[in-house]
C-alpha cells in the first residue's frame, strides 16, 4: 500500500522549508560567486553532481517567483564558479574547496596542469544549465559558454572516450560519485566504463543538444544527439545482460595481447567484459530513456522489488544485498555506497519508473523514503547523510540536506506535479 504518512510529510516540507537556506553560500575563497554546498561537514565545497541535484530540489521547492529568483541566482553561480575553473583543454574540476593557507588554486586544478589525469566534472554540468534556463525561460545568460561547453566535452572524448565501445571510462576511482562502487573501486585506470558515468552522460548530451538549439546553433545541436543516440546504442550493446536482465558496467581493457606463436588463431573479438555487480547505477536507463519497454518491466518488477538484492523498507539498496561487498560500514572518504540507503538514488530510480509507468513500484520508493526521513526527523530533530537499509537508522553527518531534499520531489511528483526533469531534454 503506496500510503504517504501526512505528518511525515508534513514535518519534512516544513523543515526542509526553514533550513534550506542553509546550503546557499555567498562567495569565498576559489569561488566568487554564489552557490550551493551539501550542508554538514561539506560546507563551504562545491560539488558537481550534489549541486545538481540540491538546485534540482530547491526549485521544486521554491513557492512564488521571489523565491525561485532566489534560488536561480545561486544556481547561476554554480555554473559560473565551474567555468571559472575551467582549463584550456576544457577540463573541469569535479569540485572546489577551500584548501590550506598559502595554497593559490584548487588540488584537482594543480595535478591537473602538472600532468596527472584525474576524473573531471562528472555529466551534470548541461543538465544543470538546462534546468535553470529551462525553470527561467531564459538561455541567453549561458550564451558566452558556448564555446566552453564544447571545449568540456572535447576534454571527455580526448581522455575518457573509449573509442572502440563508444562507451566513457573513468580514469581513476577517485570522486566517482557511487564513490566505492566495485565495478571502478580499486580497478586499474581507465578500464571500467561505468553505468554511473555512462547513463548520467547520455542525459548531459541530450542537455547539451537542447542548450544548442537554444542558442540557435542547430548543427551542434543535432551532433549532441547523435552522440546522445550513439551512447545509448552502445549501452544496449554492451551493458545490457540478456541473461540477468540488467544493466552492469563493463571492462573495457580486453585485447588479444601477442606471445610468441601463441593466440595466432581466433583472438579477442568481444569488446567488453561485464562487471556483473549488481548496483543501484542498473536503473539509470530508467532516468536516461536508454531502456526498451521489455528492459524496463524487468528492472521494475523483477529487480526493484526484490527484498533479497535492491528492495528494502526504506528504499532502494545502493548495492544488492546478495553481493559479497554489501557492507554497512560507517566511512566518509569515500562515502559508502556498498548498500546504504541514499536519498538521491531512491529520487532517480523512482523518477525512472514513473517515466516507464511503473506508479505502484516508485510509489513504494516514495513511500518508504517519506517513512525513513520521517522517523529520522521525528527521533533526531535532523537529517542524515545515508541510512541502513536493514533497520533504517542514520549513519553518519547529521544536518546534512542537499539532495535529501528531493524528499519533496517524489512526494509533489506522487501527486502530480510535472517533475523538473522536463526541462533537462
Not at 551512447?231 to 540488467?246: M, T
Not at 579477442?268 to 530513456?289: D, E, M, N, Q, Y
Amino acid at each position: 500500500m503506496n500510503v504517504i504518512q501526512p505528518e511525515y510529510a508534513a514535518s519534512l516540507r516544513e523543515f526542509i522549508r526553514s533550513q534550506a537556506h542553509l546550503t546557499l553560500k555567498e562567495p569565498t575563497h576559489f569561488l566568487k560567486h554564489p552557490f550551493v554546498d551539501p550542508g554538514s561537514v561539506y560546507d563551504g565545497n562545491l560539488w558537481d553532481w550534489d549541486s545538481f541535484w540540491a538546485v534540482y530540489a530547491l526549485l521544486n521547492l521554491a513557492e512564488n517567483q521571489e523565491e525561485e529568483a532566489h534560488y536561480l541566482r545561486f544556481a547561476k553561480g554554480n555554473i559560473h564558479n565551474f567555468m571559472d575553473h575551467q582549463l584550456d583543454d576544457g577540463y573541469i574540476p569535479m569540485m572546489i574547496m577551500k584548501e590550506a593557507e598559502g595554497v593559490t588554486e584548487p588540488y584537482l586544478i594543480t595535478k591537473h596542469k602538472e600532468g596527472v589525469i584525474l576524473n573531471m566534472h562528472k555529466p551534470f554540468l548541461c543538465q544543470q544549465i538546462a534546468l535553470i534556463s529551462g525553470v527561467s525561460g531564459d538561455f541567453e545568460w549561458v550564451r558566452h559558454y558556448a564555446d566552453k561547453l564544447e571545449a568540456y566535452f572535447a576534454c571527455y572524448d580526448r581522455y575518457y572516450y573509449h573509442e572502440h565501445t563508444g562507451l566513457y571510462v573513468w580514469a581513476d576511482d577517485v570522486m566517482i560519485g557511487m564513490d566505492n562502487d566495485p565495478a571502478t573501486f580499486g580497478r586499474p585506470r581507465f578500464s571500467t566504463a561505468n553505468m554511473y558515468l555512462n547513463g548520467f552522460m547520455v542525459s548531459e548530451l541530450k542537455a547539451m543538444a537542447l542548450i544548442m538549439g537554444k542558442l540557435g546553433r542547430e548543427e551542434r545541436a543535432a551532433h549532441y544527439q547523435a552522440k546522445a543516440e550513439a551512447l545509448q546504442a552502445a549501452i544496449q550493446e554492451e551493458c545490457w545482460d540478456k541473461r540477468d536482465k540488467f544493466f552492469y558496467s563493463v571492462d573495457v581493457d580486453i585485447k588479444t595481447r601477442a606471445y610468441d606463436w601463441f593466440h595466432q588463431g581466433l583472438g579477442v573479438f568481444w569488446k567488453t567484459l561485464p562487471i556483473k555487480i549488481r548496483a543501484w547505477t542498473g536503473f539509470l536507463p530508467l532516468w536516461s530513456g536508454v531502456a526498451n519497454a521489455a528492459q524496463a518491466a524487468y528492472l521494475a518488477q523483477t529487480h526493484a522489488v526484490d527484498q533479497n538484492t535492491f528492495a528494502s523498507s526504506f528504499g532502494i539498496r545502493t548495492l544488492s544485498r546478495d553481493e559479497k561487498m554489501y557492507d554497512l560500514s560507517v566511512t566518509n572518504n569515500p562515502s559508502n555506497w556498498l548498500g546504504p540507503i541514499w536519498i538521491v538514488s531512491n529520487y532517480v530510480v523512482f523518477r525512472g519508473l514513473m517515466n516507464y509507468g511503473f506508479h505502484e513500484e516508485a510509489g513504494e520508493i516514495c513511500r518508504a523514503t517519506v517513512d525513513l526521513l520521517g522517523s529520522d526527523l521525528q527521533k533526531t530533530g535532523t537529517l542524515h547523510e545515508y541510512y541502513n537499509p536493514e533497520t533504517g537508522e542514520p549513519v553518519m553527518n547529521g544536518g546534512f540536506l542537499n539532495w535529501n531534499l528531493l524528499v519533496l520531489n517524489m512526494i509533489d511528483e506522487w501527486n502530480g506535479k510535472e517533475p523538473l526533469s522536463r526541462f533537462l531534454a
